[in-house]
């Protein structure tokens, strides 16, 4: 049976970061976001930043294991790790004072994975 799963090798290489982490930290959050990513691609996830605006608070971490999209308004300061961000949202992210990381920079920054949001 052929092994299937992302052929990008971006992902690929996230994936085995997270997988090292979550071992390395017995961090079950990135053990999760490991398994968001190895969905087919036709299921990824992709968030607005009305979403993110709705579901978190001032000075908020959270991680979206996909794309963050740029429809809607942010309206407090948050730091977000992400696969990717959209041109857009990551402007408007900035503009207003908040992060935009990458999933690795975040596990560097916070190795556990404490206090951190998952929105999907």
Known sequence: ???TG???P???SIRRY???SAHKWHAKIWKDIDNHLQKPRRSS???NLSKISRLTKQDDVIIVPGKVLSTGKLLHHVTIAALSFSRHAKEKIL???G???TLKELIK???KGSNIKVIT
């Open 1 to 3: 049976m052929k092994v």
């Open 6 to 8: 992302p052929t990008n």
């Open 10 to 12: 971006n992902v690929q």
């Open 18 to 20: 997270l997988r090292r």
């Open 45 to 47: 996830v992709q968030v």
């Open 95 to 97: 503009s207003i004072g």
């Open 99 to 101: 992060k935009c990381l």
């Open 109 to 111: 920054q916070n190795p």
